[in-house]
């Protein structure tokens, strides 16, 4: 993962990234094919338990939160989706200063986080949250509707976005923490690619309050994982890219085998080219980031829009190259071509991540 990148890594990543390797072929490969919602949901919590005791869910610097995705991504984005929202929910904990005991049940496995943000009404839109919190002694009540939650149903805890009573855009909105018994769990949304996604009601439900600037609280958080997103897009491409060398390299036609086309070749170069161009954005990224540049906005949008999207495409190509075999259901690349959609839209769509560029280019 690390040959050509050099420039962004100590050698220590080195060790890093072959022991990930070795992780995600050994003990993430039981999660490579959830078959549906009840699958993907029986799994999550096992995966998590796995990440844990394995030291992965712990702290890491940005550049290994990367190593770590792409390489859980190419054998199971189902594993992949799992890490990420463990993230989502522990680093909102860690940045507010919690001091209670789901952080470190986070960290070691034990405990299955959800992140809530998104509502019917408020996608990108994030400021526009109606979810309501009103104070009840020292402690708050929550009421309202979360949808497109991952984890919703399963985790033991959610960080939840709530707007004060009274206030009014991104500035009157918290991050609490809720636990699951406060929770209704309204039923999952099934996607085609299992994820274990769903809604949430909160019926005066009990709160604590992480952050009252909980906008901002949410976008230091997905500033510190939505580069991640972009290496587990990198992940998923180049496992298609394998997979689509392979199959040229042993599948005839016309007495040749099909590496032998120079249109098939072209297709291979090109899907090259898309997954290095990536890489070298995320890691650019992740770089800065862990030299301590934590405003890289930018940078990591367009490692997120480039990585997101070509990675759509070098899959899309591989299921060409692979032709009918490739659209079967228990091939890995038709599972990528489900799966990698997803990203293209969570922690914001490629159009919000072309308005933060285009705002910088702007200004
Ligand atoms: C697999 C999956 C997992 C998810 N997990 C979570 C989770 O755990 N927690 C959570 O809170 N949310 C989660 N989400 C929700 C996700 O964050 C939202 O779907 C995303 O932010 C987009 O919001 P939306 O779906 O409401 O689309 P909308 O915001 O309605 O956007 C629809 C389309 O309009 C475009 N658009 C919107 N505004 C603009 C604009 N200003 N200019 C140009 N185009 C615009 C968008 O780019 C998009 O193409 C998940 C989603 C998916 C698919």
């Given at each position: ?353 072309y308005l933060i560029i285009a705002k910088g280019l702007l200004s």
């Open positions: 993962m690390i040959d050509g990148l050099e420039a962004f890594f100590e050698s220590r990543h080195r060790g890093v990234a072959e022991e990930l390797t070795r992780f995600a072929q050994t003990q993430m490969n039981a999660f490579a094919s959830a078959h549906d919602d009840a699958e993907a949901r029986a799994q999550t919590p096992e995966a998590v338990r796995l990440m844990g005791r394995a030291g992965w869910l712990q702290p890491q610097d940005s550049r290994t939160l990367c190593l770590f995705r792409e390489a859980v991504a190419a054998v199971s984005p189902l594993a992949d989706a799992v890490f990420a929202i463990q993230g989502l929910a522990s680093v909102p904990l860690r940045l507010s200063g919690y001091d209670g005991p789901w952080l470190e049940r986070a960290s070691r496995g034990e405990a299955v986080g959800g992140f809530a943000m998104t509502e019917p009404e408020a996608g990108s839109d994030v400021a526009n949250i109606q979810t309501l919190a009103r104070p009840d002694g020292d402690r708050w009540r929550l009421s309202g509707r979360k949808w497109l939650i991952s984890n919703a149903g399963l985790a033991d805890f959610y960080v939840v976005f709530a707007r004060f009573e009274g206030a009014e855009g991104s500035r009157g909105i918290g991050g609490f923490l809720v636990e699951k018994e406060a929770v209704h769990f309204v039923g999952p949304q099934v996607l085609s690619a299992p994820h274990p996604l769903g809604q949430l009601e909160f019926r005066d439900s009990p709160a604590r309050l992480l952050d009252k600037e909980g906008f901002k609280l949410g976008m230091r958080t997905l500033d510190t994982m939505r580069v991640s997103v972009a290496a587990a897009a990198c992940g998923m491409a180049g496992r298609a890219l394998n997979e689509a060398i392979l199959h040229a390299k042993t599948r005839r036609q016309f007495g040749q085998s099909l590496s032998e086309f120079q249109l098939i070749q072209a297709k291979l170069a090109q899907m090259a080219l898309a997954l290095e161009s990536s890489r070298l954005l995320t890691y650019r990224a992740a770089w800065q980031r862990d030299q301590g540049q934590q405003r890289n906005t930018r940078e990591v949008a367009m490692a997120k829009a480039q990585a997101t999207e070509q990675a759509q495409f070098v899959i899309d190509q591989a299921m060409q190259i692979l032709g009918g075999k490739g659209m079967l259901a228990d091939s890995p690349v038709e599972h990528l071509y489900r799966a990698v959609r997803a990203l293209r839209i969570y922690e914001g769509t490629t159009e919000v991540q």
